[in-house]
């Protein structure tokens, strides 16, 4: 079970998952040996199961991300679940329910890039596209 502190823990590393121990303690008054104890208790239960970086994508040449919803054709499923995350351009993927079997998180270069991948993915479905405008970070949002 996770305790009230450990959920503090949890927001804490949410918001900059590079925060020390020592920092992390200060804010909810516990030692720094505490705070790891628990963090390593935390990613032992698997209740931390990675940390992640952001990317800033247009800095890295890819100034055009898009959503992509793919229904995959019969016969073709599991050939494409084991093939879409080698593409480089897909930063997240999901299995998900409804008309649409997949949904991406893509990082393409410009509109000629995201042709030649929707090109490539006409092979195993039918794609719809999303261009994302931007990003709201939560705070924002409530």
Not at 20 to 39: H, N, Q
Not at 105 to 117: I, K, N, Y
């Amino acid at each position: 079970m996770v305790s009230e502190i450990d959920k503090e823990i949890i927001e804490i590393l949410k918001k900059n998952a590079r925060a020390s121990f020592a920092e992390i303690g200060r804010k909810i008054a516990l030692s720094p040996s505490s705070v790891r104890e628990r963090v390593q208790k935390l990613e032992d239960l698997g209740v931390i199961k990675a940390y992640n970086i952001k990317l800033n994508h247009a800095m890295l040449g890819s100034g055009l991300e898009v959503f992509v919803m793919l229904k995959i054709f019969d016969g073709k499923l599991n050939y494409i679940l084991s093939e879409i995350t080698t593409y480089p351009e897909v930063q997240e993927v999901f299995r998900i329910t409804g008309p649409y079997n997949i949904h991406m998180r893509v990082a393409l270069r410009d509109q000629l890039h995201l042709q030649e991948f929707i090109d490539e993915l006409i092979k195993y479905g039918s794609p719809c596209t999303y261009l994302i405008l931007s990003e709201l970070k939560k705070e924002e949002v409530l």
